[in-house]
C-alpha cells in the first residue's frame, strides 16, 4: 500500500512534532524544517542543509512542500499592486499591497467569495465557494514577501485580513493563520500590525479576544439604525447594532491600541449629518477610530457615492467629536483592486 504524501504546510508546529517524532525523527527538527519554509522560502527538502541526506529522504517520501502559483500581477497607477494566486483546485484569490509613505500593506484573502451578502460590496454578489486554509492564508504573505525580498523592495509592514471573504466565517484556519503570522516559528509580524476585519460575527468576535492573538479588530460597521444596517448588510440581523457593539466594548485591547469601524458612505442611506451625530454618539465609551471610505462603484451597483462636500461635513462632526476619521480612498481601482471589486476580475482573467 501506498501512502500519498502530506503537503507539511498543512500542519502547525504541534502537529508536525508529533508526525516527525513519529518517523523517528528528534524534535527539534520540526522548527528547522519551518524556519527553511517560512524564513528562507524552501520549495523541497534538499535545500534544508542543516538536516542530514537520510532524514530529508524519509521526509519527501512522507511529505510535500506545496507552492502557491502566482498567476498574474497588475500594478495600478497609484502603486497598488495585485497578485492573482491560483490554488490547488484551480479557484483563484487576489492579495493586495498597497504602498504608502510609512507602510507597505498587505490585503489578503481568508475565503474563495464570500456567504455575507453585503448589497454594496461586489464580492458578495459573487456567492460563495470554499473557506481557505491556513497555508493558503499565510502563503499570501509569506509569497509576496519573497517577491519584494528578490526585487530588493521594502518588504510587507502591516496586513490586513479585508480581502476577499469574511474572515471570522473561517475562524479555525484563520486563527491558525494568524498563529503562523505571528508566532515563531513563524513569519515574524508583531499582532499589531496585523488586523481582522469584520462584518460584526458576534460570537466569533469573543472567541477572538479569548485566543489571546492580539490582533488589531476592525468592524464595518457602515450604517448607525439597524433600519438601514439590516437593508445593506444581512448579518445585522442576527447580530444587530447594539450586541455589536457591546461585544466591541468587551473586546479586550492592549494598552493604547484602538477597534476602527470602518463606514462605507453611500449617498442617501447613511451619509447624512444626522447619522455622523449618531454614529459618534453610538461610539462614546469604546477606544475607536473610524475609517471613513465613500463607495467604490462598479457596473451595476445601485449605490451611489457621496460627493466631497457631503464627506467632509461628515468627516468633521466625528472630528469635533474628537475621533480619529481619515477619509480612506479605495486604492487600486484602476486595476479593480479596491474594496469590494477582488473577485471580478479573477473572473475575468
Ligand atoms: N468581510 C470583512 C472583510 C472584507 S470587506 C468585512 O466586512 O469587514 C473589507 C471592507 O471593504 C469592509 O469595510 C467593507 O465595508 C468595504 N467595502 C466592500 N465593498 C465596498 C465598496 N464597494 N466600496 C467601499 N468599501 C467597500
Not at 155 to 179: C, D, H, R, S, Y
Not at 286 to 308: A, E, H, T, W
Request: charged share 25%.
Amino acid at each position: 500500500m501506498t501512502i500519498s504524501p502530506l503537503n507539511i504546510k498543512s500542519l502547525v508546529h504541534e502537529e508536525l512534532q508529533a508526525r516527525i517524532v513519529e518517523l523517528g525523527l528528534k524534535k527539534y527538527r520540526a522548527n528547522q524544517i519551518l524556519t527553511w519554509i517560512y524564513t528562507h522560502h524552501a520549495r523541497s527538502f534538499d535545500e534544508m542543509t542543516n538536516i542530514a541526506k537520510k532524514e530529508r529522504e524519509l521526509l519527501s517520501s512522507f511529505f510535500f512542500i506545496s507552492s502557491p502559483k502566482i498567476v498574474g500581477t497588475e500594478v495600478s497607477s497609484d502603486g497598488t499592486r495585485k497578485f492573482l494566486f491560483e490554488l490547488e483546485d484551480r479557484h483563484t484569490i487576489e492579495s493586495v499591497l498597497i504602498p504608502d509613505e510609512e507602510r507597505q500593506t498587505l490585503c489578503i484573502s481568508s475565503q474563495v467569495g464570500c456567504q455575507q451578502a453585503c448589497r454594496f460590496c461586489l464580492t458578495g454578489r459573487g456567492g460563495f465557494a470554499r473557506n481557505l486554509k491556513a497555508y493558503e492564508i499565510w502563503d499570501q504573505v509569506k509569497e509576496v514577501s519573497n517577491i519584494l525580498q528578490q526585487e530588493g523592495l521594502r518588504g510587507i509592514t502591516n496586513i490586513v485580513l479585508m480581502g476577499m471573504g469574511e474572515p471570522l466565517a473561517n475562524f479555525e484556519e484563520v486563527v491558525k493563520a494568524l498563529q503562523v503570522i505571528t508566532r515563531e516559528p513563524g513569519l515574524g509580524f508583531s499582532p499589531r500590525r496585523v488586523t481582522i476585519s469584520t462584518d460584526g460575527l458576534v460570537p466569533e468576535i469573543e472567541r477572538l479576544g479569548k485566543s489571546g492573538l492580539k490582533v488589531n479588530l476592525a468592524v464595518s460597521l457602515n450604517a448607525t439604525t439597524d433600519e438601514v444596517r439590516d437593508r445593506i448588510m444581512p448579518v445585522n440581523k442576527r447580530y444587530p447594532i447594539k450586541e455589536l457593539l457591546s461585544a466591541c466594548k468587551r473586546f479586550p485591547l492592549e494598552p493604547r491600541r484602538r477597534i476602527t469601524f470602518e463606514y462605507v458612505l453611500l449617498r442617501g442611506v447613511n451619509d447624512r449629518e444626522e447619522d455622523a451625530f449618531r454614529l459618534a454618539n453610538l461610539l462614546r465609551g469604546i477606544k475607536s477610530k473610524v475609517n471613513l471610505i465613500p463607495f467604490n462603484p462598479f457596473p451595476g451597483s445601485v449605490f451611489q457615492r457621496p460627493d466631497d462636500a457631503a464627506v467632509r461635513r461628515f468627516q468633521k462632526i466625528l472630528l469635533d467629536n474628537h475621533y480619529t476619521a481619515p477619509v480612506r480612498e479605495s486604492r487600486g481601482q484602476d486595476i479593480s483592486a479596491a474594496c469590494g471589486q477582488l473577485r471580478e476580475k479573477a473572473r475575468a482573467l
